[in-house]
Structure formats: C-alpha cells, structure tokens
C-alpha cells in the first residue's frame, strides 16, 4: 500500500539552528500538508501546499517557517531559526481530489512523523 | 473556532474489555468527523469516519456514530485486543477543506 515517507524520524538541534524535515508524499497526490504535536498537546495544522504554492496557512506559521516542493517528489518543511517550543513532532500527509470540490469522502495520508528536539 | 475535545487518557483495558472513547466537537455548520488511529511507530491511519448526522462509521470492530444533537462521536469496541493498543485521535473538517482539527489523543494500551 502507498505511503508517506518522512525524515528524519528523530533530530536534535541546537536553539537558533536551521532544520529541515523532508517527506515523500504519495506519487499520484496533489495536495501536501503539514501538522505538529507539541508533546501531550493537539495535532494542529500547519500548512497546505497546492500547485506548488501554499493554499493555507495557520498562525503557527511565522516567517521562520517555509514550504517548498523542490523537486516534484519530496516536500519540506524549513524552520530557519528553530526555538524551545518548536520541539514538537511533525507531521506530512497528502490526498488526492477525485472530484474537484473536497465531500469529506477522500482522506489524508499521513507519515509516521518527525520527531524535532530542540536544546 | 472549531475545537474537539476528547477524554483525557492514558487508558488501560484488559482483553476483550468493552471500549469507549468520548469525543465532542464544537464547529458550525455541518463537519466531518473521523477517527484516526497511530500505532507505535507509524503514521495516523483513518479507522473510521462518518460526514453527516446519524451516520455510523465502522472499521475492524470499532464504531462511532455522528449525533448532531450532542455534538458527539464517540469511539466504541465490544472486545479489544492486544493489538489495539494504539493512540485514538478524533478529529473534524469542514466542507471543501481537507484541513482537519484533531482532539489530543487518547492512548489505549490492552493487556493480555
């Protein structure tokens, strides 16, 4: 069964260093994610990318993150100067639209996720 | 905004307990809701989802049913199994946005 790949499973980092979480999102899927769990807190969405721009974004993500599909298979997550509270693990997922409007009858795929530490 | 909220874990059950896992929803209009599942060392999986009222989403013997009047979904099992042992994440979307709100997630482990 296709899946979504993420690396690293686990980074350690120093506070202020740059980080970058790569996925492999499904072959055939259009539509890219990213969601974080801060530990014993809610997995809340990030970012959506489409048509190699972002859709949507929530508050959480500041200028210190980014979004990029580099080179039409892998799909990164950036933060340029990581901080205590980014220490979280994070998530990639994809879909596919098999209609042009969502109905709630398709679903994200999601990575095992990447587990972000930072010191 | 839209929230869920899902009952604090962790939860310990013996084999072939009786399961439920509350979870409420707060969102206008009509959501979708789900139940994700992640096994140690995976990613979240879809068990189950249902997109309208009084809809029952089924999936290897667990089941929720969408009730509107109490805003609810809770996760339910007849007879757990080692193998379930897992973290249940309830979660919402709204019509024409994929974008999902999870609750916090609700670790079950099954003793044999």
């Known amino acids: 069964e296709p899946e979504v790949t993420q690396t690293p499973s686990h980074q350690v980092t120093q506070m202020g260093q740059e980080v970058i979480l790569r996925c492999v999102p499904i072959?055939?899927?259009?539509?890219f994610y990213w969601y974080r769990q801060i530990l014993g807190q809610k997995v809340e969405f990030l970012v959506s990318?489409?048509?190699?721009?972002?859709?949507?974004k929530s508050e959480i993500f500041d200028d210190q993150f980014s979004v990029e599909r580099p080179d039409g298979s892998n799909f990164t997550l950036k933060i340029r100067s990581t901080k205590l509270e980014d220490s979280a693990m994070y998530f990639c997922?994809?879909?596919?639209?098999?209609?042009?409007?969502?109905?709630?009858?398709?679903?994200?795929?999601f990575g095992a996720g990447s587990r972000l530490t930072v010191l | 905004g839209d929230s869920v909220t899902q009952m604090e874990g962790p939860v310990t059950l013996s084999e072939e307990a009786f399961l439920t896992i509350n979870c409420t929803y707060t969102?206008?209009?009509?959501?979708?809701l789900f139940w994700y599942v992640q096994y140690p060392g995976e990613g979240l999986q879809l068990l189950l989802k249902?997109?309208?009222?009084?809809d029952k989403g089924s999936n290897k013997g667990f089941e929720a049913t969408y009730r509107k009047e109490t805003t609810s979904f809770h996760l339910e099992k007849g007879s757990v199994q080692v193998s379930d042992s897992a973290v249940y994440f309830c979660?919402?979307?709204?019509?024409?946005?994929?974008?999902?709100?999870f609750g916090k997630g609700t670790k079950l482990t099954v003793n044999p």
């Open positions: 997922a994809s879909i596919t639209r098999t209609s042009g409007r969502w109905s709630g009858a398709n679903v994200l795929t």
């Open positions: 979660a919402l979307s709204k019509g024409g946005s994929e974008k999902l709100v």
């Open positions: 072959s055939n899927h259009l539509y």
């Open positions: 249902a997109t309208k009222a009084d």
């Open positions: 990318f489409y048509n190699n721009e972002i859709s949507e």
């Open positions: 969102a206008t209009g009509y959501p979708s």
